[in-house]
């Protein structure tokens, strides 16, 4: 069974005569590693183990999503990433970090891809009680002659919506990463230049969330999905997110917020996060 395309409304119209369409997304794959990856000694032992139905359903799930471009969380590495993302139709681009889980982005063929030096300042050393994080991919996307820059992020996990003063647990890693993308975000501001970061968050953002507030300090930034409990896991809060910020901000389509159902409950090992979406508007220079 394919996945059910929930309509939720977004927030921004593209005024522009002349654009080109993209569909971007962010899909957490939930460790999807190769056979060989998934059986290291140091990897968790209750990790999905899929067979090669599951992948043929999550290449389903990909092709009915059909984005232009997506980020991606928990990738293991392009090959296995191809199995849903075929390498003729989709160019795939994934974080160097040197552990089991990458960033990654997969991008539709005729867009013109110049990556960025990874945002290392994301997965700061860990320490003995924590899994190494991931980097922030970092990716300029030209649109026909239009540049969108992409941040894939996937930050670390426990801290949903603990306030600013909690001390323990993962809230001060994730904070030193909010700190980390207020400094990512100083840069876009200064350059001028488009954007989204997209990716798992790991926190419930909303507009009045002060970890938004902080980045909404910087530049001001549109969140997609605030203002909306997902259909994926019975309507919780996101944690998956899209953020615009520069002019993509007046890219969005309206109503074209989409979140793809993943059944969560069978027996096949698919992914514990569903794939949401936003349209936007790209526009073109029409001048001879």
Same mark, same amino acid.
């Given at each position: 069974?394919?996945?059910?395309?929930?309509?939720?409304?977004?927030?921004?119209?593209?005024?522009?005569?002349?654009?080109?369409?993209?569909?971007?997304?962010?899909?957490?794959?939930?460790?999807?590693?190769?056979?060989?990856?998934? !059986?290291?000694?140091?990897?968790?032992?209750?990790?999905?183990?899929?067979? #090669?139905?599951?992948?043929?359903?999550?290449?389903?799930?990909?092709?009915?999503?059909?984005?232009?471009?997506?980020?991606?969380?928990? $990738?293991?590495?392009?090959?296995?990433?191809?199995?849903?993302?075929?390498?003729?139709?989709?160019?795939?681009?994934?974080?160097?970090?040197?552990?089991?889980?990458?960033?990654?982005?997969?991008?539709?063929?005729?867009?013109?891809?110049?990556?960025?030096?990874?945002?290392? #300042?994301?997965?700061?050393?860990?320490?003995?009680?924590?899994?190494?994080?991931?980097? *922030?991919?970092?990716?300029? $996307?030209?649109?026909?002659?239009?540049?969108?820059?992409?941040?894939?992020?996937?930050?670390?996990?426990?801290?949903?919506?603990?306030?600013?003063?909690?001390?323990?647990?993962?809230?001060?890693?994730?904070? #030193?990463?909010?700190?980390?993308?207020?400094?990512?975000?100083?840069?876009?501001?200064?350059?001028?230049?488009?954007?989204?970061?997209?990716?798992?968050?790991?926190?419930?953002?909303?507009?009045?969330?002060?970890?938004?507030?902080?980045? !909404?300090?910087?530049?001001?930034?549109?969140?997609?999905?605030?203002?909306?409990?997902?259909?994926?896991?019975?309507?919780?809060?996101?944690?998956?997110?899209?953020?615009?910020? *520069?002019?993509?901000?007046?890219?969005?389509?309206?109503?074209?917020?989409?979140?793809?159902?993943?059944?969560?409950?069978?027996?096949?090992?698919?992914?514990?996060?569903?794939?949401?979406?936003?349209?936007?508007?790209?526009?073109?220079?029409?001048?001879?």
């Amino acid at each position: 069974m394919l996945g059910v395309f929930f309509f939720l409304p977004s927030l921004h119209a593209s005024a522009a005569t002349a654009t080109q369409t993209l569909k971007v997304s962010t899909w957490n794959m939930d460790w999807l590693l190769s056979e060989q990856a998934q !059986n290291a000694p140091d990897i968790p032992p209750d990790i999905p183990h899929r067979s #090669a139905g599951d992948m043929n359903a999550l290449a389903s799930y990909a092709q009915r999503l059909h984005p232009d471009l997506i980020g991606l969380q928990e $990738v293991g590495d392009s090959a296995t990433l191809a199995r849903l993302f075929d390498p003729q139709d989709y160019q795939i681009v994934l974080s160097n970090d040197d552990i089991a889980q990458h960033t990654a982005l997969a991008v539709r063929r005729g867009l013109r891809v110049q990556r960025n030096p990874d945002v290392g #300042a994301l997965a700061p050393a860990p320490t003995a009680a924590h899994h190494p994080l991931r980097s *922030g991919l970092d990716i300029t $996307v030209l649109a026909g002659d239009t540049p969108l820059r992409i941040l894939v992020v996937h930050l670390k996990t426990g801290c949903w919506d603990n306030p600013v003063s909690e001390t323990h647990h993962a809230c001060p890693t994730l904070f #030193a990463q909010f700190h980390a993308l207020r400094d990512w975000l100083a840069e876009r501001a200064e350059n001028g230049e488009s954007f989204a970061i997209i990716g798992d968050f790991n926190r419930r953002l909303t507009r009045a969330d002060p970890l938004f507030i902080s980045l !909404n300090q910087v530049m001001p930034l549109t969140l997609v999905t605030a203002g909306q409990a997902s259909p994926c896991l019975g309507g919780s809060y996101f944690i998956d997110h899209i953020l615009l910020g *520069g002019a993509a901000q007046k890219w969005a389509d309206p109503a074209s917020l989409r979140v793809m159902t993943i059944p969560q409950d069978g027996a096949q090992m698919l992914s514990d996060h569903c794939p949401v979406s936003i349209t936007l508007h790209v526009p073109q220079n029409t001048t001879p």
